[in-house]
Each structure stands twice: as structure tokens, then as C-alpha cells.
């Protein structure tokens, strides 16, 4: 099991025990029990969890999504694949609302090397961008979210209403045809919402696994999405709901 894989194995253990021992988890990993404790050592450097005497008790508050770092890792592969999908999208002069989170700064990375009017909505997108010799960055400004970088509060949302753009590329904590696209930081709900008003066109970019989850805010309905962008690993069923529903799903 690769260490991306372990990550997420421990942190879906600690949200089921609150509580675990570095012998369970070498063994439900088949790894060795030193593999494991590198593996907590580093998750308690990245806020997940305080480490105890053979093992360690989860820090995650429940509702709350997994810290940036730790996420930037899980379905790596697909989120590139996902990115380059969604970079062929875009057209050359367009003007693009790039929202915060893991697979849209895969997409920074993407948009980097176009000619693109682009206004990222964190800052690790934007350090992402910054060296773009053809991008014309916009700041939204705003308060940023620790771990995040996400900009939020009144000056973004003020920001984005100002604007009119052509598309919005909108990231997810949960999406469901009965929950819609939903956010677990409430206070991105709004930010999201505004640059999906600022857009002609919204893309949603998601790996499978964000399929049947729903986050604490509800940002929007699936009918507010033109496009949704995902891999392999979403369900077949969910596809077929999404379709249904008008919504172009491109599986990558």
C-alpha cells in the first residue's frame, strides 16, 4: 500500500474509532509497524491527530474536511487527469473563476503555461499562477483560511459580484442530484456561490469519491452546473443521475 493510500486508510479509521494503535493499523495496511508510525508522525505534523503512547486519537472534528496537505495526496493521479480535462475546456482570452482546493490547483498548475484572465480563490492557486508569462492574474482579496489559503468573507464575495466572467471551475467537498454541491467550510459557501452568479458557465471538478458525500453548506443545486468533470471511480449510477438531470459529465 503506498503512503498516500495508508494516509487515508488511517484517517478513515480515525473518524470511525477516534482512537487507534500502531499494531491494528500495520496490520489492516500490511505494513510494518515502523512504516506506521512515520506514517502518524506526519499526520501529527499536519494536524490530524496527537500521537499516544502506541498509537494516536484523532484531532479531525467531525463535519470538518480533511487538512489541505493530507488531501493534496489522496487520488493525486486522477486529479491531474481531471485538470488536463478540464484545461481543454477553456478557450485562450477567456476569463476563468478558479475556486480554492486540491484539484483545482492541479488546474493552476495546467493554466499556468495559457493566455487566460484568471482569479483564483486561494492562495496556493495563485502561487501556482503567479509565474504564468500569458496569465492575467486578478486578486479577489479577502480574509485567508489557515491550512486553505481560501479567500472568504466580504471583500471576496464583494469582489466576485463585481465581475462577469465566462466560467466559474467550482470544487467539491459532496455531490448528490439530492443534495446538490455542497461545501464543508461554511464560510466558502457564499464565495462559491458568488463566483458561480459572476459565470456563464460553471464546471465542477471532482474525483469519485466526492460522489454521495455531503458536506455541512449547501452551495447550489446540480442544475446550476454545466459541467461535471471526474474519473473512473465515480458510480455508474450517480453518472446517470447527473445526465439525466442536464448536466454534462465527462469521465476521465
Not at 22 to 31: G, K
Request: net charge negative; with cysteine; charged share 25%.
Amino acid at each position: 500500500m503506498e503512503a498516500a493510500e495508508r494516509s487515508r486508510a488511517i484517517i478513515e479509521r480515525l473518524r470511525a474509532a477516534e482512537r487507534v494503535t500502531v499494531a491494528e493499523l500495520a496490520e489492516e495496511t500490511a505494513s510494518s509497524e515502523m512504516t506506521i508510525r512515520r506514517d502518524l508522525d506526519q499526520l501529527a505534523e499536519q494536524g490530524v491527530l496527537r500521537r499516544v503512547r502506541g498509537g494516536a486519537v484523532s484531532l479531525l472534528l467531525r463535519g470538518e474536511a480533511t487538512p489541505f496537505a493530507v488531501r493534496e495526496r489522496e487520488s493525486a493521479e486522477a486529479k491531474r487527469r481531471i485538470a488536463a480535462e478540464a484545461g481543454g475546456l477553456l478557450t485562450d482570452g477567456e476569463s476563468v473563476v478558479l475556486d480554492s482546493g486540491t484539484t483545482t490547483l492541479e488546474l493552476a498548475r495546467v493554466l499556468a503555461h495559457r493566455r487566460l484572465t484568471v482569479i483564483p480563490l486561494d492562495l496556493h492557486s495563485a502561487n501556482a499562477l503567479s509565474t504564468g508569462p500569458g496569465v492575467r492574474l486578478l486578486m479577489p482579496g479577502g480574509q485567508t483560511q489557515p491550512g486553505e489559503l481560501s479567500f472568504v468573507g466580504h471583500l471576496t464575495e464583494t469582489s466576485l459580484r463585481a465581475l462577469r466572467t465566462d466560467t466559474a471551475v467550482i470544487g467539491v467537498c459532496g455531490l448528490s442530484v439530492q443534495h446538490g454541491l455542497t461545501a464543508h467550510d461554511l464560510a466558502e459557501v457564499p464565495v462559491k456561490q458568488a463566483a458561480i452568479a459572476s459565470a456563464r458557465r460553471t464546471i465542477a471538478v471532482c474525483d469519485g469519491t466526492k460522489f454521495g458525500r455531503t458536506g455541512l453548506g449547501h452551495v447550489c443545486d446540480i442544475t446550476a452546473l454545466d459541467v461535471v468533470i471526474t474519473d473512473r471511480d465515480a458510480p455508474a449510477d450517480a453518472i446517470a443521475e447527473l445526465e439525466a438531470a442536464g448536466v454534462v459529465v465527462r469521465v476521465v
